[in-house]
């Protein structure tokens, strides 16, 4: 087991200088998690319009492989439609599983960083927080 | 004290391509073979149902059971086996007196008097006894290091404070709770204490007589015994005017179409087949404790963390918490803006395993204006070299998130 692995540049820069990290101001959606055992929580907040996801943000407070995630997160689904997003996350959570991944049908870009985590089996919750939250608010905006 | 580890079998392995070094005694202690082996003997040769059978392996069964009950009440210096309840463990003792004594004791106007160091399993039985009583609760003021200031907490009992409760050693500060004088305030006011010692008795010589404690409990699985049991002391009286909370086998002397009553103490709050090979497992865990000796035990803890405290102080960066002295059992902190999940990761890469995240106890997190800490804890089987390990895994994790974050 390599550190390094786990710790790609890209996962230490995101959890640095994190993107969409704030409020929306008209957000319609706020989707509050956090992981009991451990005390991370992510607050994710979306803007979604005739089924579009206009807008994600999210804040928090927690390791650097939760909020990492919660920035690539916010950066990924901007611009998709739910159901679009409701299926990457399943793609994502099978990746932290160690499944490879098609990347034609996801783009990973650099949510490849984080596929590392699947090696580290304590933290693959981490890595998941925020895009449970997601899925969630992609749930509750459909109805 | 590095003559134990070799009673530890699980102690002797590599993690992670290193030496495994054992830091989360606070979360459960390691098992020694004779507790491991006394399960084994219990299992292999006499295990059966306890005060059923008629038969020889019913007997072996219930004096084992038994047994382990007089050894642990030797241990805690109870005056009666009446006084010891088996159970899961300390949040099943602890709700057990939230549940039946402080429900029908407590009422509107009554105060519950807590630390905001508490553990969530003597917390949160706290609030809904309060919820339900109409009780108000509050909290003890703790002085910036995480202590008592003994004239504050003596005025904060007053005659409305029909409950207090308190760990004797916090599982996240180390401190030792002055709980005799507690018991002295409370006891003159006409109330009640309730001890969290799950963080005590494994490390230390606790007396409940001395103490005079009204209510105690403790987990067997941080001192040395099995996940699974634990056990509630409780003074005679206070037992005896108790409702059980669970209602079935075991627990019965008469039962009839539309009314029953219980057996006497302990067993009627011992409802269904007990934790058998717990309790003797946790029989075993108490005689190899006592073989080492409590004061010995004590003596060694208090000196790793006062050893911890002072080499992890040399590095930069190492906030600790909680007081310099009067603690045992752990040292709680942080290192520079390295994250505590991130920090374990690294150290269990070394073949460290510490602790990190709230430790059951936001409140107090909040308290230290933190969201989550790292924590080492140790016991009889660690040593100086240990600390030595983990500090030099602090260095390797200083400079590699010194590296990752340029
Ligand atoms: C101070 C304290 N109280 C209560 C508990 C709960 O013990 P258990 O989980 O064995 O019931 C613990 C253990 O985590 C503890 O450290």
Not at chain 1, 25 to 44: A, H
Not at chain 2, 6 to 11: A, S, T
Not at chain 2, 161 to 176: E, H, M, P, R
Request: glycine content about 8%; charged content about 25%.
């Amino acid at each position: 087991m390599s550190l390094d692995d786990l710790y790609r540049r890209v996962i230490m820069d995101h959890y640095q200088q994190p993107r969409n990290r704030g409020q929306i101001e008209d957000g319609s959606i706020t989707v509050d998690l956090n992981n009991p055992t451990c005390g991370d929580r992510v607050s994710v907040q979306m803007r979604v319009k005739n089924g579009i996801i206009e807008e994600a943000m999210f804040e928090g407070e927690g390791c650097s492989i939760s909020m990492a995630s919660a920035s690539m997160m916010t950066e990924t689904v901007k611009g998709l439609d739910v159901e679009r997003a409701v299926y990457l996350v399943d793609l994502f959570s099978r990746m932290m599983q160690g499944e490879e991944i098609d990347t034609e049908e996801f783009p990973l870009e650099d949510i490849e960083a984080l596929q590392g985590v699947a090696k580290f089996p304590a933290r693959i919750k981490c890595a998941t927080l925020a895009w449970k939250a997601l899925e969630k608010g992609a749930k509750e905006s459909a109805n | 004290m590095s003559q134990y580890i070799k009673d530890f079998p699980i102690l002797d392995q590599q993690v992670n391509g290193n030496p495994l070094i054992y830091l989360d005694s606070g979360a459960t202690s390691q098992k020694p073979f004779k507790v491991i082996e006394a399960v084994e003997t219990y299992y292999k040769t006499m295990n059966s149902n306890v005060h059923r059978g008629v038969h020889t392996l019913g007997s072996r069964a219930t004096d084992a059971y038994e047994g382990a009950r007089e050894k642990v009440r030797r241990f805690i210096n109870a005056g009666s086996t009446q006084e010891i309840i088996f159970n899961r463990g300390t949040t099943t003792g602890l709700n057990l007196v939230a549940s039946s004594y402080a429900r029908e004791n407590l009422k509107e106007g009554d105060e519950i008097l807590i630390s905001p160091s508490e553990h969530h399993s003597n917390l949160i039985p706290w609030q809904q006894v309060a919820k339900v009583t109409g009780a108000t609760l509050k909290y003890f003021e703790l002085e910036p290091d995480g202590t008592l200031d003994l004239n504050k907490a003596k005025a904060a009992i007053t005659d409305r404070t029909k409950l207090v409760a308190i760990a004797q050693v916090s599982n996240v500060l180390g401190t030792v709770f002055p709980v005799k004088e507690l018991a002295g305030w409370v006891h003159a006011k006409g109330g009640v204490i309730v001890i969290d010692a799950a963080q005590s008795v494994p490390h230390m010589k606790v007396d409940v007589q001395d103490l005079d404690c009204d209510f105690l409990a403790f987990s067997g699985h941080k001192m040395v015994g099995p996940t699974g049991i634990g056990v509630l002391y409780g003074k005679e009286a206070l037992l005896n005017a108790m409702e059980p909370i669970e209602f079935g086998g075991e627990m019965i002397s008469t039962v009839g179409l539309y009314d029953s009553d219980w057996k006497e103490l302990p067993w009627k709050f011992e409802g269904g087949t007990p934790i058998i090979a717990g309790a003797v497992g946790l029989g075993a865990a108490v005689d190899y404790l006592e073989s080492i000796g409590m004061d010995t035990i004590d003596a060694h803890d208090r000196h790793l963390v006062a050893y911890a405290m002072e080499r992890m102080g040399e590095l930069e960066g190492v906030s600790m918490y909680g007081p310099r002295k009067d603690r045992t059992g752990m040292v709680t902190f942080n290192l520079d803006t390295v994250h505590p999940h991130d920090l374990a990761t690294v150290l269990d890469a070394e073949g460290i395993a510490i602790r990190a995240g709230h430790h059951c106890c936001q409140p107090l997190m909040r308290w230290l204006e933190v969201t989550a800490t790292a924590r080492a804890s140790f016991y009889l089987y660690n040593n100086e070299s240990d600390i030595d390990r983990l500090v030099a895994g602090l260095k390797k994790a200083k400079e590699y998130f010194g590296n990752v974050f340029r």
